[in-house]
T-cell receptor, first 117, second 112 residues
Framework: DVKVTQSSRYLVKRTGEKVFLECVQD?????MFWYRQDPGLGLRLIYF???????EKGDIPEGYSVSREKKERFSLILESASTNQTSMYLC????????????????FGPGTRLTVL | QKEVEQDPGPLSVPEGAIVSLNCTYS??????FMWYRQYSRKGPELLMY????GNKEDGRFTAQVDKSSKYISLFIRDSQPSDSATYLC????????????FGTGTRLQVTL
């Protein structure tokens, strides 16, 4: 069974704090993703990574950075948290097939509900 | 205008009803279509996957894609309380590996 775990279910931070959200997957997947989920806006891609130390911006990267030093771990960093970053953050992973195709099945973690006061 | 539109609901139906969930999209380049199901306080999980136009059936679930109308549907037959969840459509263009565009999700409640 694929397991994607996120470091916290709930997190409360103050404006201006540096925030780290951690995600770990145990299935040796190449691709990892960070999304935020907001009512009325759905899931929006912040960043994704297709390999260690590789990253690409998603649709809403402003105010965020990421780090992938090991294949199983993908971190989302809020350099200076702001109230408009209050949201549910979801991490996901997917794998590349033997033929080199990326699968569309993404395996999600349970999410971290971040509140910035 | 959003690339993918989905009625947020909530949609409340009695147990045993047939449920129809829908998404419309504006980008004709989308070729791969998915439905994810998200239970409360959990992450989404893939439910159905279709490529291009046509139907796909899996048990009580049928996914339908009409590319000419830019419209996709998920039908649930004999709905059960355990189907109560948020259903998100997702789609992808060819050549944009991994980059899915999600709908906002429809919340479904199946009542006894």
């Amino acid at each position: 069974d694929v397991k994607v775990t996120q470091s916290s279910r709930y997190l409360v931070k103050r404006t201006g704090e540096k925030v780290f959200l951690e995600c770990v997957q145990d299935m040796d997947h190449e691709n990892m993703f960070w999304y935020r989920q907001d009512p009325g806006l759905g899931l929006r891609l912040i960043y994704f990574s297709y390999d260690v130390k590789m990253k690409e911006k998603g649709d809403i990267p402003e105010g965020y950075s990421v780090s992938r030093e090991k294949k199983e771990r993908f971190s989302l960093i809020l350099e200076s948290a702001s109230t408009n970053q209050t949201s549910m953050y979801l991490c996901a992973s997917s794998f590349i097939t033997a033929s080199g195709s990326t699968t569309d099945t993404q395996y999600f973690g349970p999410g971290t509900r971040l509140t910035v006061l | 205008q959003k690339e993918v539109e989905q009625d947020p609901g909530p949609l409340s139906v009695p147990e045993g009803a047939i449920v129809s969930l829908n998404c419309t999209y504006s980008n004709s380049a989308f070729q791969y279509f998915m439905w994810y199901r998200q239970y409360s306080r959990k992450g989404p999980e893939l439910l159905m996957y279709t490529y291009s136009s046509g139907n796909k059936e899996d048990g009580r679930f049928t996914a339908q894609v009409d590319k000419s109308s830019k419209y996709i549907s998920l039908f649930i037959r004999d709905s059960q309380p355990s189907d109560s969840a948020t259903y998100l459509c997702a789609m992808r263009r060819t050549g944009t590996a991994s980059k899915l565009t999600f709908g906002t999700g429809t919340r479904l409640q199946v009542t006894l």
